[in-house]
Nanobody, 113 residues
Framework: VQLVESGGGLVQPGGSLRLSCAAS????????MSWYRQAPGKQRELVAN????????NYADSVKGRFTISRDNAKNTVYLQMSSLKPEDTAVYYCNAAGTQNWGKGTLVTVSS
């Protein structure tokens, strides 16, 4: 099982980023996929998840209306489109297949002027 997150970087408040997570080694299209984040000194928290066929999505209250999760099962990839970014969105972002303990190295998002 391999999860490789990418797309992070430094962005100004109000800006946008699109994160990607490329998955391999398991039946990607059978799993709900999630994005988590961990800010310095804080616990890892769930940001959003998407069902295996993308029929349903869920978001943390803190990102509703600003972030959009999506997936492409043909490419074994899950995405997180982030808009109207705030300094408090600064964190390392990870993807995860629901019910598993497989994690990638994450991608760092820094929101700062």
């Amino acid at each position: 099982v391999q999860l490789v997150e990418s797309g992070g970087g430094l962005v100004q408040p109000g800006g946008s980023l699109r994160l990607s997570c490329a998955a391999s080694g398991f039946a990607f299209s059978s799993f709900t996929m999630s994005w988590y984040r961990q800010a310095p000194g804080k616990q890892r928290e769930l940001v959003a998840n998407i069902s295996n066929r993308a029929f349903s999505t869920n978001y943390a209250d803190s990102v509703k209306g600003r972030f959009t999760i999506s997936r492409d099962n043909a490419k074994n990839t899950v995405y997180l489109q982030m808009s109207s970014l705030k300094p408090e969105d600064t964190a390392v972002y990870y993807c995860n297949a629901a019910g598993t303990q497989n994690w990638g190295k994450g991608t760092l998002v820094t929101v700062s002027s």
